[in-house]
């Protein structure tokens, strides 16, 4: 049976490059983001890529409704969901005195209670694909950085929300494992996409960490047997601060 992933911010950056290189695996995709044109765009570069067969689903992930109709979108059209990769998200900043609530509530709410959401709504089909494939199990593989690893000026809210999914990607695995489902988190620091540009005026572009670099990250996870899980990999540039993006 051939496998099939879902995963969000398909449309650009890290899970564009994500979805390509499991697309070229033979993964069947559910591909999400906001932005409706941009995503039919990718779902059709990956098809004529790959012929591997693209579902897109428009969804805001700051909506708990629209998180849920993802998740529904996906067992509706494919009949197991071997990798769940919870990429989508957004970056704010600015010093903690001045962050408006509406800036922690959106970086909190798509970085952070989508992840929650999602997985619970997609378990069920998690559990299944794991009892149908027990040597590999079931895998959740989502977009942490860096900055939830080692704090950064100005990153409250969005270092928050990183921190946070690292935790709750331990806990799933606690609570899964013996269900065959396991929760990986990737802690990049600066990779070369639209969200790292505001940082070209520290680190140049060509000395980034590459999207395809975190896709071959999320491939070798989903390539491990259900006996052996990795609970974060941090992902850092060479040079003289390991743990700085
Ligand atoms: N780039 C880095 O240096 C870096 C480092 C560490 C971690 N990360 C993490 O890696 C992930 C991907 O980042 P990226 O650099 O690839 O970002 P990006 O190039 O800005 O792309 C963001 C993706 O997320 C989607 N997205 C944003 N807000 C959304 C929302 N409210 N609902 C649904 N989709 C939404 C975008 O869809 P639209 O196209 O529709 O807007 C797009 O597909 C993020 O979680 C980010 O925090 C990035």
Known sequence: MTKTALVTGASRGIGNAIAHRLAAAGYRLTVSARTEPGLLTAAEELRAQHGVDVHPVVANLAEPEAVQRLAAEHSARYERLDLLVPCGGVGTAGPIAEVPLKH????????????????????????????????????????????????????????????ALISLCETITLDEHARGVTATAISPGYV???????????????????????AEMVLAVSRLSANATVPNIVITRPGTAIWRP
């Open 192 to 214: 070369d996409t639209d969200m790292a540009s505001y940082a070209h005026d520290q680190v140049d572009s060509a000395s980034m960490i590459r999207t395809g670099d975190i």
């Open 104 to 163: 922690y509530d959106l970086t909190l709410n798509v970085n952070l209670r989508s992840v929650f959401l999602l997985v619970q709504a997609t378990l069920p089909l998690l559990r299944k694909t794991s009892a149908a494939s027990p040597e590999n199990g079931a895998k959740i593989v989502a977009l942490s950085s860096i900055t939830g690893v080692a704090a950064e000026p100005g990153m409250s809210a969005y270092g928050a929300s990183k921190a």
